[in-house]
């Protein structure tokens, strides 16, 4: 179940209009549920509905400033992750935060606390049933769009449509902005040079390329993260070492840049489908980098693509019982990114475009 901005939706007999959208990510399981930000018609007062279509968990809640946790008993714990974020809300993907949930004797009451990098939240709220809320209308260009589509003949309804939606399509497309992916950006740019491609399981590959002359592992990670708008869900250099092996996590790919044994610069680049299905040696790395670079995905970004391709192919990470990567969102290279994407999104709203982050 799934609501869009701007759509107007009833829970537990009341209305509301969505105007934010967070989907999380557990980095415990890699589970995802969305929370919608909420505008109730009655009165303008603020609220979140919770949707866990995984674990068929629903809930309602409203911020408070100093909760009174008497009466209540713990009942969950764990670090969620934005993976997705539209609309009026205070956050951007990347962000984390640890949470603690606690139920009410009844085991319908819930207070929750949220610990973010600048500071914690509070909520209280109640479980629903799934029968408890549902969409009433939609908003007002989809509402237009399904009474044109019911209206006049075939010939009028495109024409009318074409006239009605022209300006809208054209503000829509102008909207949207496609940030290159590593792999096209090595691949086009003659700095970096091919060394080799690795063949994995079950048909998939990863390319490994040599950092141009000069290029630290430093270097090559701001240049690369410049190259992707810092559109990145994961990044961080193994600081157990010396010009230790830098991982970087994309939605779409895994890419680690480390110091081969002939001290080059290598960045070996794949789509996450090979790193679920394959865990052989980087390319000439070290023994170092390579259980770094198999620590980083595991810790980060296995649980989440084993909802993915979980069904499809198994796994050599299901029985991995190596080293786990701390993740500090804090890390020099992660604030870089974040500040490369927030000038990327700076630049384009002064063109027209522009996104709203938040909690």
Request: hydrophobic share 30%.
């Amino acid at each position: 179940m799934r609501f869009q901005l701007g759509d107007t939706i009833c829970a537990d007999g009341e209305l509301y209009q969505v105007i934010g959208r967070i989907t999380y990510k557990n980095a415990d399981d890699g589970c995802k549920w969305d929370e919608y930000r909420l505008i109730a018609e009655k009165d303008g007062s603020e609220h979140w509905l919770s949707v866990d279509d995984v674990y068929k968990e629903y809930s309602i809640w409203q911020m408070l400033r100093v909760p009174d946790r008497s009466g209540y008993h713990w009942s969950d714990h764990g670090t969620e992750v934005v993976v997705f974020c539209d609309g009026d809300v205070d956050v951007e993907r990347g962000d984390r935060a640890e949470f603690t949930e606690y139920e009410d004797a009844t085991e319908e009451l819930i207070i929750s606390d949220e610990i973010w990098s600048d500071g914690t939240e509070h909520s209280k709220g109640y479980y629903l049933d799934e029968h408890e809320f549902w969409h009433v209308r939609s908003n007002p260009i989809a509402r237009t769009a399904a009474n044109t589509k019911k209206a006049g003949s075939a010939l009028v309804l495109v024409i009318f449509g074409l006239v009605f939606a022209m300006p809208i399509l054209t503000t829509i497309l102008s909207s949207f902005h496609f940030t290159t992916t590593i792999s096209k950006y090595l691949k086009k740019n003659s700095s970096y040079t091919y060394e080799t491609s690795i063949t994995g399981n079950e048909k998939q590959s990863a390319d490994v390329y040599r950092a141009p002359a000069g290029y630290t592992i430093e270097t090559t990670a701001r240049d690369i993260i410049n190259a992707i708008e810092g559109d990145t869900e994961y990044v961080q250099q193994d600081d157990a070492e010396t010009e230790g092996a830098l991982a970087i996590l994309t939605d779409k790919e895994y890419c680690v840049i480390y110091m081969s044994l002939e001290d080059t610069v290598l960045v070996q680049v794949s789509d996450r489908e090979y790193a679920y299905t394959t865990d052989d040696d980087l390319y000439h790395g070290t023994s170092h980098a390579r259980r770094y670079y198999r620590g980083f995905y595991y810790s980060n970004g296995y649980y989440s693509d084993s909802m993915d391709y979980g069904s499809k192919y198994t796994s050599p990470y299901s029985s991995y019982d190596g080293d786990i990567i701390e993740y500090s969102s804090s890390n020099v290279y992660n604030s870089y990114s974040n500040s490369i994407r927030q000038s990327s999104i700076a630049a384009r709203s002064s063109s027209g475009g522009g996104l709203s982050g938040g909690k």
